[in-house]
């Protein structure tokens, strides 16, 4: 069983677009929900995260959109850059007891051309 | 400082053989988990430990696979008879304690990872 599932599987975007990766996810326990960025060869790092408890949460070219009731949410890229380039994972865990496992998306390679 | 360091970081075995995989996480992190990333599959956890506490161990895929923490440092995952569906890249990450919040919450910080090539 899948738990979050992530679109699309590939994203190509011009330099300067928004591009628009999606999440849904099953388990209304989950509470956390994280975005990695993922370089070839490297582990994933942290990008933006956001709780339950809000709609929206912003970074710098980076937000998160989250709708509690459609179980989905959403990174936006704004201004996107070549630099952008790279492997986005959305996640989700469950906080408060056990572990706080990451349970991840199967991932959205974006590629930004100039 | 330093990040999360993980050895070595390509690992080619033959069917059959035992591998042992190491993590070095970041001084002052008691959590440690460790994930497998399989090509189209994104990440799939295996096992995390907190401190002295009992590992979760809920993500191991068979009795093949275990891990250990020595001195709540430095962590081994071994995988046994080693099956070629256990390519992957292993990738390691260390957080501070989960919900102590500070910084970013539950911030886990993974290393390059460890390529496994079962041939």
């Known amino acids: 069983q899948q738990q979050v599932k992530q679109s699309p599987q590939s994203l190509i975007v011009q330099k300067g677009g928004i591009s628009i990766i999606n999440c849904a996810y099953e388990?209304?326990?989950?509470?956390?929900f994280p975005w990695y960025q993922q370089f070839p060869g490297k582990g994933p790092a942290l990008l933006i995260a956001i709780r339950p408890d809000v709609s929206e949460k912003k970074e710098g070219r980076f937000t998160i959109s989250f709708n509690k009731s459609a179980k989905q949410f959403s990174l936006h890229i704004m201004d996107s850059q070549p630099g952008d380039s790279a492997t986005y994972f959305c996640?989700?865990?469950?906080?408060?007891?056990?572990?706080?496992?990451?349970?991840f998306g199967k991932g959205t390679k974006l590629s930004v051309i100039p | 400082g330093a990040g999360v360091s993980q050895s070595p970081s390509n690992k080619v075995t033959e069917k059959g053989k035992d591998v042992e995989l190491r993590c070095d996480p970041i001084?002052?992190?008691?959590?440690l988990y460790w994930y497998r990333q399989s090509l189209g599959q994104g990440l799939e956890f295996l096992i995390y430990?907190?401190?002295?506490?009992?590992?979760?161990k809920s993500g191991l895929p068979s009795d093949r696979f275990s891990a250990e923490r020595t001195g709540g440092s430095v962590s081994t995952l071994t995988i046994q008879r080693t099956q070629q569906e256990d390519s992957a890249v292993y990738l390691c990450a260390s957080s501070y304690r989960p919900g102590t919040g500070g910084g970013r919450f539950n911030e886990q910080f993974f290393g390059p990872g460890t390529r496994l090539t079962v041939l």
């Open positions: 996640a989700a865990s469950r906080t408060g007891a056990g572990s706080y496992q990451l349970t």
């Open positions: 430990f907190q401190g002295n506490s009992a590992p979760d």
């Open positions: 388990n209304t326990a989950f509470d956390y």
């Open positions: 001084s002052g992190h008691t959590a």
